[in-house]
């Protein structure tokens, strides 16, 4: 008698705790995740639109990979985002980690403001990453610093992202954040060297500021399982960056289109 009970109370604890997970798995907002909507692991290519320079009012495009995935729920890539989950909440809500994220240079030869200055190289950030989903949106808090040597600067990033639309033919994210560069960061992409100044564009120490983003991303079914991927989004530069004589505008838009096949 005395063992059936115990078996009967060893069972129901186990389909207890298997059912608190499935609860607390069931809380993770899929969709507001990351910036980019989705609801299953997306892999594929893209074209992005882009400033030439900082602060360019010219535009380049780039072929872009697209890969939205998590694995084993541990791990992740966002685009040009990578890292992993290290402390979790009960409910997945709150979750805290490391990532590592590309940040694109630019070819000085490019930009009309620039022609004649050394390029800016493509850089790696790394640091620690905090996300917090509620029933209103996801937050996420970040600070990085360049793992690459390039700039040897540090940002701050917020970000707010928030399900607009949740359809089977539509689903959208509207996204807002802020970003603080500190002096380095900005001196490195908008500074203005002794070797690099004319009689136009004189030596400039750019100094940490914050600047602002918001924007769209969107997905949409394509062809049997596949999706269409696409987002536009707006920055506007801080001060520092603003004031340099390399910036032409302050108001920087960027956009995407990709395709993408889920795995």
């Given amino acids: ?41 997306l892999y594929g290519i893209g074209v992005g639109v882009l400033p030439k320079t900082s602060g360019s009012d010219e535009y380049r495009v780039l072929a872009l990979p697209i890969i939205n995935a998590n694995y084993g729920d541990r791990f992740f890539i966002n685009a040009l985002q990578a890292g992993v989950w290290l402390l979790d909440s009960d409910d997945q809500r709150v979750r805290f980690g490391l990532s590592a994220e590309a940040k694109f240079g630019w070819d000085a030869s ?57 359809a089977p033919q539509l689903r959208l994210n509207g996204v807002v954040g802020a970003t603080w560069n500190n002096q380095k960061f900005n001196d490195y992409y908008f500074g203005v060297d002794n070797s690099e100044a004319t009689a136009s564009r004189p030596v400039y120490r750019a100094g940490s500021g914050v600047e602002w983003q918001a924007g769209v991303n969107g997905m949409m079914p394509a062809f049997k399982d596949h999706s269409l991927l696409f987002g536009a989004f707006v920055t506007r530069l801080s001060n520092a960056q603003h004031n340099s004589p390399i910036t032409e505008t302050r108001i920087q838009p960027m956009a995407y289109v990709g395709y993408s096949i889920p795995f």
């Fill in 1 to 41: 008698m005395m063992k059936h009970a115990v078996t009967r109370t060893t069972t129901g604890l186990t389909i207890a705790l298997f059912s608190a997970m499935a609860e607390a798995e069931s809380r993770i907002d899929r969709q507001t995740e990351t910036a980019v909507p989705r609801a299953q692991n």
């Fill in 110 to 166: 490019k930009g009309d403001r620039t022609r004649g200055m050394h390029d800016r190289d493509f850089s790696i950030f790394v640091g620690p990453l905090l996300r917090w989903q509620t029933d209103y949106g996801t937050f996420n808090a970040q600070w990085t610093t360049d793992a690459s040597g390039n700039s040897n600067g540090q940002q701050v990033q917020l970000q707010y992202i928030k399900s607009l639309v949740r």
